[in-house]
């Protein structure tokens, strides 16, 4: 029964250092594709997504405004065109 119990603390012992040996290899593989998906990312240039929210933010703004800007000239073309009318059946 001893030597049973010497073998399976042994199964044991090289089971943990087995585990310990996948783990840190695990971690370091982990790190190795980290590094090179950064180096991918950074040759790719592309935007941080805080720019992009900002840029994003910046277009609706402008377009709002476009918009905004249209529909007062629309409205003082039509402010025109019907003064000219006026003026034309005043015989003016």
């Known amino acids: 029964m001893q030597t049973d119990s010497h073998i399976l603390d042994d199964v044991a012992r090289v089971a943990t250092g087995a585990m310990g040996a996948a783990s840190g290899l695990k971690g370091e593989l982990d790190a190795m594709v ?12 592309l935007v941080p997504r805080d720019e992009f929210d900002a840029v994003k933010e910046m277009a609706a703004k402008a377009r709002t405004e476009s918009e905004a800007l249209a529909e007062r000239v629309s409205r003082l073309e039509a402010r025109l065109t019907a003064e ?6 005043d015989g003016r």
């Open 34 to 45: 980290r590094r090179r998906l950064e180096q991918i990312l950074a040759r790719m240039d």
């Open 84 to 89: 000219d009318a006026g003026e034309t059946s």
